[in-house]
């Protein structure tokens, strides 16, 4: 031990700064690497899900764009049903009346409809008839 110099000490310093300054670069490059190399693994999956997520998208306005029109044609039958029945001189109770003129306020402010049941539904009204 008597024989250890300021030089040697010096030596062994440089030997451990390189080897953890040259890990640290290795680790360095090897995260850059990685990153890099998932990122274009994952990159086909990321585009497929955005492309899921926007057919997803267009199929719900599709579907609810169906079913607003699954409804305003039952209740356009409906109504008609109805309409039909007090032409034919059938009476209504007072349930199904409340029932027809809830469906006949949708049908017209809700569901946009705008057809033949308004004029059949004003004639009955000038008849007496509703």
């Known amino acids: 031990m008597d024989n250890i110099t300021i030089g040697d000490i010096r030596?062994?310093?440089t030997i451990v700064?390189?080897?953890i300054t040259s890990t640290g670069i290795i680790v360095t490059t090897l995260k850059k690497l990685l990153k890099t190399t998932l990122k274009e693994e994952l990159k086909p999956i990321e585009d497929e899900l955005n492309r899921?997520?926007?057919e997803l998208k267009d199929e719900l306005v599709e579907i609810k764009?169906?079913?607003?029109e699954v409804d305003r044609q039952a209740t356009k039958n409906y109504l008609s049903k109805c309409l039909n029945d007090i032409r034919q001189?059938?009476?209504?109770?007072e349930t199904n009346m409340q029932r027809f003129?809830?469906?006949f306020d949708r049908y017209t402010n809700v569901?946009?409809?705008n057809s033949y049941l308004h004029k059949e539904f004003e004639?009955?009204?000038k008849e007496g008839k509703l």
């Open 101 to 103: 003129y809830e469906n």
């Open 89 to 93: 001189g059938q009476t209504l109770s």
């Open 52 to 54: 899921s997520v926007s």
């Open 123 to 125: 004639d009955l009204r």
């Open 17 to 19: 700064v390189g080897l």
């Open 111 to 113: 569901l946009g409809g």
């Open 65 to 68: 764009t169906d079913v607003k």
């Open 11 to 13: 030596g062994f310093l």
